[in-house]
């Protein structure tokens, strides 16, 4: 199984920006897809999760600006992020599991089998 992320780039502040990642190999279905970020010099975060095409989860730093979006005919989850601000520059990896995490399991990468690399976010000022 594979996870392929892209999307990511420079823009300004105020900007939008859409990362997408794709899970391909042997026959995978993803209960729970989610993005997390490691911004320069800093620790892995989580930013949103989603299990099935219903329920989803942000983290507090972007909730109400990014989205987070699934085709799960194509296993391919998205993350449409608005507004963007200078501290949201960063890495971005997606993540999957067969398992259905509830929300409170989401932000753990402990709970996730499969990575992506990750995509460079930059947000000028």
């Known amino acids: 199984v594979q996870l392929q992320a892209c999307g990511g780039g420079l823009v300004q502040a105020g900007g939008s920006l859409r990362l997408s990642c794709v899970a391909s190999?042997?026959?995978?279905?993803?209960?729970?897809m989610a993005w997390f970020r490691r911004p320069p010099g800093k620790e892995r975060e989580f930013v949103a999760g989603?299990?099935?095409?219903?329920?989803?989860n942000y983290a507090d730093s972007v909730r109400g600006r990014f989205t987070i979006s699934r085709d799960n005919a194509k296993n391919t989850v998205y993350l449409q992020m608005n507004n963007l601000k200078p501290e949201d520059t960063a890495d971005y990896y997606c993540?999957?599991?067969?398992?259905?995490?509830?929300?409170?399991?989401?932000?753990?990468?402990?709970?996730?089998?499969?990575w992506g690399q990750g995509t460079l976010v930059t947000v000028s000022s």
């Open positions: 190999g042997r026959t995978f279905t993803p209960g729970t």
């Open positions: 989603t299990r099935g095409s219903i329920s989803t």
């Open positions: 993540a999957a599991t067969t398992s259905n995490l509830i929300t409170s399991a989401r932000a753990s990468p402990k709970n996730y089998n499969y």
